[in-house]
């Protein structure tokens, strides 16, 4: 057998191996993962919609609302409390994914960023307290316009972005929700 063959079936070897591994690490590690990322999602909707206690999935059109992932109504005592919509808008660095809480009033009660990819020190600055609580009590009544928000210094796409992600939810809300559109 020549020495480049054997060459050939150890790197073959090796490779096997290694996707292997990689193969059993992302299934042992891929259902905690799922785990954390719904209870993160289901704290952040506890928190923009606070005082909501049981959170009831509501189907939404992929094909008419593409940026809603998810919405839920919020439920007290058998009452709805809100809605919470979890949305996404590209940013500077990539996907932005937000959960927005809106209360039976049409108020904008929370925002929260549970997933971003912007730049450090900039753009990841929308998961300061600072810019998303600029959201609150904002009405939902129609869609915020970017000049709304004080934007983060050096990061207005991202702040634009948020924005958007937000708008996103208020469009969903008052087409679906409040104008009898589609069943609360």
Known sequence: ????????????????IA????????????????????????EAKAT????????????????TYPNIL?????????????????????????QIVVIVGIDTEGTIT???IVQQTETPGLGAKA????FYEQYYGKPGSSPLANDDINAITGATVTSNAVTGAVNYAIDYYRAELVSGGGSQ
């Open 70 to 94: 998810e919405a839920h109504k919020g439920m007290v005592d058998g009452n709805t409390k809100g809605h919470t919509f979890k949305t996404f808008n590209s940013g500077y660095g990539g």
């Open 110 to 112: 929370g925002v929260r």
């Open 1 to 16: 057998m020549s020495d480049t063959l054997k060459m050939g079936l150890k790197l073959f070897l090796i490779t096997v």
């Open 48 to 63: 923009v919609l606070e005082g909501a206690e049981e959170f009831v999935q509501l189907e939404v059109s992929k094909e």
């Open 19 to 42: 996707t292997f591994a990689l193969a059993l690490t992302q299934m042992i590690t891929e259902e905690p993962i799922k785990v954390q990322a719904e209870k993160a999602d289901n």
């Open 127 to 130: 998961q300061e307290s600072d």
